[in-house]
């Protein structure tokens, strides 16, 4: 499987962006896609994750709840990660990744290239 990220740039604290994934390659109907972040210096964090079949989501940070959503195209092999009311803790390298079978805690077999996400106060 193939990941193309895009959709990172720089915004205001409160303001809000919208991620994408195309995937290409292998199917992953029976798993799913995650995303992550990742501050220089730091682990990688698990945002959460899309099941590709049912669209359900679960998160793996609290701190992106009811801020944070995800969801997909399937017809696109597409996933989205929008993201509101930014803040500056914010501000990381996300990555989206696909695995291929549930469950979808990590880890994940395919990962795309990452894309910078900066948020000023």
């Keep these: 499987v193939q990941l193309q990220a895009s ?7 409160g303001g809000s962006l919208r991620l994408s994934c195309v995937a290409s390659g292998r199917s992953f109907s029976s798993g799913g896609m995650g995303w992550f972040r990742q501050v220089p210096g730091q682990g990688r964090e698990f945002v959460g994750a899309i099941v590709w079949s049912t669209g359900n989501v679960f998160y793996g940070l609290s701190s992106v709840k009811n801020r944070f959503f995800m969801s997909r195209d399937t017809r696109k092999s597409t996933g989205y990660l929008q993201m509101d009311n930014l803040k500056p803790e914010d501000t990381a390298t996300y990555f989206c990744a696909v695995k291929q079978y549930s469950p979808l805690a990590p880890p994940y077999d395919y990962w795309g290239q990452g894309t910078q996400v900066t948020v000023s106060s």
């Design 7 to 13: 959709g990172g740039g720089l915004v205001q604290a």
